[in-house]
Nanobody, 116 residues
Framework: QVQVVESGGGLVQPGGSLRLSCAAS????????MSWYRQAPGKERELVAT???????SYADYVKGRFTISRDTAKNTVYLQMNSLKPEDTAVYYC??????????WGKGTQVTVSS
Protein backbone atom coordinates (compact mmCIF):
# COMPACT_ATOMS: atom_id res chain seq x y z
CA GLN A 1 0.00 0.00 0.00
CA VAL A 2 1.03 3.57 -0.68
CA GLN A 3 0.04 6.58 1.37
CA VAL A 4 0.28 10.19 0.22
CA VAL A 5 -0.03 12.93 2.82
CA GLU A 6 -0.04 16.70 2.19
CA SER A 7 0.73 19.38 4.76
CA GLY A 8 1.46 23.07 5.02
CA GLY A 9 -1.83 24.64 4.07
CA GLY A 10 -3.43 27.47 5.98
CA LEU A 11 -4.71 31.02 5.93
CA VAL A 12 -2.49 33.69 4.42
CA GLN A 13 -2.97 37.30 3.37
CA PRO A 14 -2.78 38.33 -0.28
CA GLY A 15 0.84 38.71 -1.30
CA GLY A 16 1.97 36.21 1.29
CA SER A 17 3.71 32.85 0.95
CA LEU A 18 3.13 29.24 1.90
CA ARG A 19 5.12 26.07 1.41
CA LEU A 20 3.24 22.83 0.89
CA SER A 21 4.79 19.42 1.43
CA CYS A 22 3.70 16.00 0.27
CA ALA A 23 5.24 12.76 1.48
CA ALA A 24 4.65 9.35 -0.06
CA SER A 25 5.25 6.23 1.98
CA UNK A 26 4.71 2.49 1.75
CA UNK A 27 5.66 -0.05 -0.87
CA UNK A 28 7.49 2.31 -3.22
CA UNK A 29 10.35 1.32 -5.47
CA UNK A 30 10.32 4.44 -7.61
CA UNK A 31 8.12 7.48 -8.21
CA UNK A 32 7.89 8.96 -11.68
CA UNK A 33 6.09 12.30 -11.91
CA MET A 34 4.93 14.11 -8.80
CA SER A 35 2.31 16.79 -9.24
CA TRP A 36 0.23 19.33 -7.41
CA TYR A 37 -3.41 19.91 -8.33
CA ARG A 38 -5.97 22.21 -6.82
CA GLN A 39 -9.72 22.42 -6.65
CA ALA A 40 -11.65 25.53 -5.75
CA PRO A 41 -15.29 25.40 -4.61
CA GLY A 42 -17.59 24.77 -7.53
CA LYS A 43 -14.71 24.20 -9.95
CA GLU A 44 -13.00 21.19 -11.44
CA ARG A 45 -9.66 19.96 -10.19
CA GLU A 46 -6.83 21.53 -12.19
CA LEU A 47 -3.14 20.82 -12.61
CA VAL A 48 -0.84 23.35 -10.95
CA ALA A 49 2.68 21.95 -11.40
CA THR A 50 4.57 18.76 -12.18
CA UNK A 51 8.12 17.59 -11.58
CA UNK A 52 9.52 14.52 -13.30
CA UNK A 53 11.79 11.93 -11.76
CA UNK A 54 14.77 13.53 -13.50
CA UNK A 55 13.93 17.07 -12.44
CA UNK A 56 12.24 18.97 -15.30
CA UNK A 57 9.23 20.96 -14.18
CA SER A 58 6.13 22.41 -15.77
CA TYR A 59 3.58 24.91 -14.49
CA ALA A 60 0.11 26.15 -15.25
CA ASP A 61 0.24 29.62 -16.77
CA TYR A 62 -1.57 31.18 -13.82
CA VAL A 63 1.19 30.22 -11.35
CA LYS A 64 4.31 30.69 -13.48
CA GLY A 65 6.77 32.98 -11.76
CA ARG A 66 5.00 32.68 -8.41
CA PHE A 67 5.06 28.96 -7.54
CA THR A 68 8.04 26.60 -7.49
CA ILE A 69 7.82 22.82 -7.36
CA SER A 70 10.72 20.74 -6.07
CA ARG A 71 11.30 17.24 -4.78
CA ASP A 72 13.53 15.22 -2.50
CA THR A 73 13.73 11.87 -4.25
CA ALA A 74 15.41 10.13 -1.32
CA LYS A 75 12.51 11.12 0.93
CA ASN A 76 9.74 10.57 -1.66
CA THR A 77 8.66 14.11 -0.94
CA VAL A 78 7.51 16.94 -3.18
CA TYR A 79 7.16 20.61 -2.23
CA LEU A 80 5.28 23.57 -3.60
CA GLN A 81 6.60 27.00 -2.68
CA MET A 82 3.86 29.52 -3.28
CA ASN A 83 4.71 33.22 -3.33
CA SER A 84 2.70 36.33 -4.15
CA LEU A 85 -0.49 34.50 -3.31
CA LYS A 86 -3.78 35.83 -4.61
CA PRO A 87 -7.35 35.27 -3.40
CA GLU A 88 -7.97 33.22 -6.55
CA ASP A 89 -5.34 30.74 -5.36
CA THR A 90 -7.74 29.69 -2.61
CA ALA A 91 -8.43 25.99 -3.04
CA VAL A 92 -7.77 22.54 -1.69
CA TYR A 93 -4.35 21.48 -2.94
CA TYR A 94 -3.81 17.81 -3.76
CA CYS A 95 -0.65 15.84 -4.35
CA UNK A 96 -0.47 13.15 -7.02
CA UNK A 97 2.28 10.55 -7.31
CA UNK A 98 2.75 8.44 -10.41
CA UNK A 99 4.23 5.12 -9.39
CA UNK A 100 5.14 2.43 -11.94
CA UNK A 101 3.47 0.58 -13.52
CA UNK A 102 1.16 3.51 -14.14
CA UNK A 103 -0.70 3.86 -10.85
CA UNK A 104 -1.60 7.33 -9.58
CA UNK A 105 -1.97 7.90 -5.86
CA TRP A 106 -3.71 10.93 -4.39
CA GLY A 107 -3.52 12.56 -1.01
CA LYS A 108 -6.57 13.89 0.82
CA GLY A 109 -5.60 17.50 0.22
CA THR A 110 -4.65 20.55 2.24
CA GLN A 111 -6.68 23.76 2.35
CA VAL A 112 -5.09 27.01 1.24
CA THR A 113 -7.06 30.18 1.90
CA VAL A 114 -5.84 33.56 0.71
CA SER A 115 -7.80 36.33 2.34
CA SER A 116 -7.33 39.60 4.19
Amino acid sequence: QVQVVESGGGLVQPGGSLRLSCAASGSIFRINDMSWYRQAPGKERELVATITSRGPTSYADYVKGRFTISRDTAKNTVYLQMNSLKPEDTAVYYCNCHIPPGIHYWGKGTQVTVSS
